[in-house]
């Protein structure tokens, strides 16, 4: 924090998936809260294995559904929503969201992509009439949840190296696509650049030492660093049938990559 | 089904994840169970929703994790691997991946990413001991799960121009690399390109049956059809580092395309 030009106090969301407490993964969301804290911010943390958190949706998520229909969960949770009849639970962590400035996702790398508890999470509270739909916004860039900020802090086992750009199990963004394009820039949130800890099996406490000070640091980014330049669906560069238009990538850009604005 | 050249019986995990029974996803696995035992083979249904799928790996999971010590999921895994003891509901699962000699995926596409219920399936299921680590083989091609074939099938809303190659939610097969590369891949399977059908929901009865007659088309290919050509870390194409080596790639290749041999 600059204290010549204090920042406005925020909101912010931890959302920290791993079942045991003394965990890795729980020292990461300790250190952010009481960091973001310390800067004057206000901090909610959603940790859901303390929560007991139901991963899994289904009929009883939607109060009303009549037990002999068939669950078409898009117009179920329409309804629901509208209705204020989704369960409470559901309700609980959507008032979360509503009232964040900024989400923050904690979680290990579980076979490439997050824990089902906290993919379980996104399942469940992201309904369609809450986080994308037509009643609440276009996707990509206008939809219902714009103006937040988000962050993913993640903990892999892997090298770095493995991760690179030409790693074998793929950029640590393009894993991530699904995460920071799909669920957050699909429904209008603002996503940074993900914060990784890697080689995370086994952590001598000097590279602990090391991993929170490049954390702190990218939590006091987290409203003015310069976030992931997707391509907006709605700035003239993709046809009606959602295809980016010809031409308008460098060069030499090709995969998910297209989908990013080229840096300046 | 060539009655000239008899296809060898083979056995056949379908794993399941819709909570409806009415389903287009159930539809689909009760089409391939019935279409692969028409042919000759043996098929298993694990229907995740019906079975009550516990989805959130915990301390529970490995029988003999002292509830005083923190949990190191891979080294609880192991242990309880190859001591036997791992919950029952685990264990019957890999009883049904070893017997197997393909697993077929069967879900909807849920925030770019497989339902919770499914991700907690392989969360549990592929523990370091069983489906990785060093006691039963390397990573990526010669991984402990070799010889079987996979295949996703997959249900999504978007249209199929969204998931082309310009499409804004990036190719389906950049959208899947987690799971065709990270999970199937890497743990020695094959796996095929997957089978989807888009706009699912609204299906009218003509796209349906349009649908069952693709996907019979690929059912029949399980077993014949050419795979995905990752490249094998073992094949001389990465360094040390588990990086790319330069210039082995076509031109202009970018992005997880690196992770492709060029076709013939």
Known sequence: MNEATPQRQKKILVVSAHPDPRSLN???TTFAARHLRAAGHEVRVSDLHAMKWKAVLDADDTLDHPADQRLHVLAAHERATSAGRL???????????RWSDAVILQFPLWWFAMP???KGWFDRVFTYGFAHGPAVGPPYSEGALG???????VTAGA????FSDRGIHGRLTDVLHPVQHGLFW??????????AVYGANELPKERFEAAKREYGRRLDGLFTDAPVPFRSL?????????RLLPGVEAEGTAGLELHIHPRG
């Open 26 to 28: 729980a020292a990461l």
């Open 87 to 97: 369960a409470s639970d559901i309700a609980a962590e959507q008032e979360k969201v």
């Open 116 to 118: 089902a508890i906290l």
């Open 147 to 153: 103006g937040r900020r988000a962050l993913v802090s």
């Open 159 to 162: 090298r770095e190296s493995s």
């Open 186 to 195: 699909f429904t209008g949130m603002t996503p940074l650049e993900p914060f």
């Open 234 to 242: 709605v700035g003239g560069d993709y046809d009606h049938d959602m």
